[in-house]
């Protein structure tokens, strides 16, 4: 009887412990924490037990507590390298759900219409999470095949997602190629009228168009002046040609010997279209370039209301810019 007894006691320790302990270490497991930082990067090979010792304090019968849970349940161990994002406050489950998932943190950027490679280039190799650049912008339009020595006007301004470590001619590619399928729609159902013979110098023209105005509905007829004025073999006489083709000796102001000086960009010198795209163009201009408004406009100038009076003739033209001027006076 006494023996029975003794078993019956043992049993009910037994039961007691494990009980405490499957508490305990549902407590720990699922105990919220305050998580810092809130980007972890989880490196190969790295162990989820030591993973979790490096993002919360957590005390010496805590450490145990994980370590035998993992060995109890050794798929909850199996995390994926990467950079995740942390919710401030979780438990340990959580956190051991996310490095599993798999599902790693996508940086993003934003490359913006009008802005020129140079632009691009700096924010790209200083954005969060891009790892330093291996090769130059030069060996990465090479890599792309492209016989352009600059990638000017032959990206697509978009928003672009990445993750950790990523080389920022992976970036570039993607833009390229956007852009590329986007060029060749245009192209396809393009005007018939266009005096243009490639679509690489509708991104030309389309660099001109998102230069001169940041309202879409105006880009068809800011096109339209453009195409009017190739037809008529009118010089193009766009500011921003005269601006590019200074580079970095540009410093806020054009002045007459500016509008005089013989760059390949300056299209009060030069006839036509520019070599190259002066900016990235976006989708709106390239789409107004390839459908310019029909119009008997030849001029235009800034109405100083955030858009432009548009002219027939030289004399109509006139009278707009001294009414611009007046407004400044």
Same mark, same amino acid.
Request: aromatic fraction near 10%; hydrophobic fraction near 40%.
């Given at each position: ?23 305990y ?8 924490? #305050?998580?810092?930082?809130? !980007? ?12 979790l010792?490096? !993002? ?17 349940h ?14 401030? =406050? ?25 802005? #020129? ?6 924010? !790209?190799?200083?954005a ?18 492209l016989?352009?020595?600059q ?26 190629q ?11 159902s ?13 991104l ?19 096109a339209?002046?453009?195409? =009017? ?5 009118m010089? !193009? ?8 083709g200074?580079?970095?000796r ?39 370039a ?12 800034a ?27």
């Amino acid at each position: 009887m006494k023996l029975k007894i003794s078993f019956a006691c043992i049993a009910i320790i037994v039961i007691a412990i494990l009980t405490g302990s499957y508490h305990y270490l549902n407590t720990v497991w699922l105990q919220p924490r #305050t998580i810092k930082p809130s !980007l972890y990067t989880l490196r190969l090979g790295s162990r989820l037990d030591n993973t979790l010792s490096q !993002l919360v304090p957590l005390s010496k019968p805590e450490q145990f507590a994980i370590r035998f849970y993992l060995r109890l349940h050794p798929e909850q161990a199996m995390v994926k390298a990467g950079t995740y994002k942390l919710p401030s =406050n979780s438990n340990l489950n959580e956190i051991a759900a996310i490095f599993r998932s798999g599902k790693v943190y996508q940086y993003r950027i934003t490359l913006v219409e009008g802005e #020129t490679f140079n632009q691009w280039w700096n924010q !790209l190799v200083s954005a969060p999470g891009m790892a330093h650049s291996t090769q130059t912008p030069e060996q990465i339009a090479h890599s792309l095949g492209l016989t352009e020595n600059q990638f000017e006007g032959l990206l697509l301004p978009e928003t672009y997602y990445y993750t950790h470590d990523s080389q920022p001619a992976q970036v570039l590619s993607r833009a390229y190629q956007a852009m590329q399928k986007v060029v060749e729609k245009n192209w396809q159902s393009r005007a018939a009228s266009l005096p243009l013979k490639t679509s690489y110098q509708l991104l030309i023209l389309a660099s001109l168009i998102e230069k001169e105005t940041a309202i879409n509905s105006e880009m068809p007829i800011i096109a339209s002046v453009f195409i =009017n004025r190739l037809n008529h073999h009118m010089r !193009l006489q766009t500011d921003p040609t005269v601006i590019y083709g200074l580079g970095n000796r540009y410093n806020g102001d054009i002045t007459r010997a500016d509008l005089k000086e013989k760059t390949p960009y300056n299209t009060y010198i030069i006839q036509g279209l520019p070599p190259t795209p002066i900016a990235m163009p976006g989708k709106a201009a390239i789409e107004a370039a390839a459908h310019p408004a029909n119009t008997d406009y030849f001029y235009f100038v800034a109405n100083g209301q955030g858009g432009h009076h548009f002219s027939k003739s030289l004399n109509e033209h006139h009278k707009a810019v001294r009414k611009y001027i007046l407004q400044h006076e």
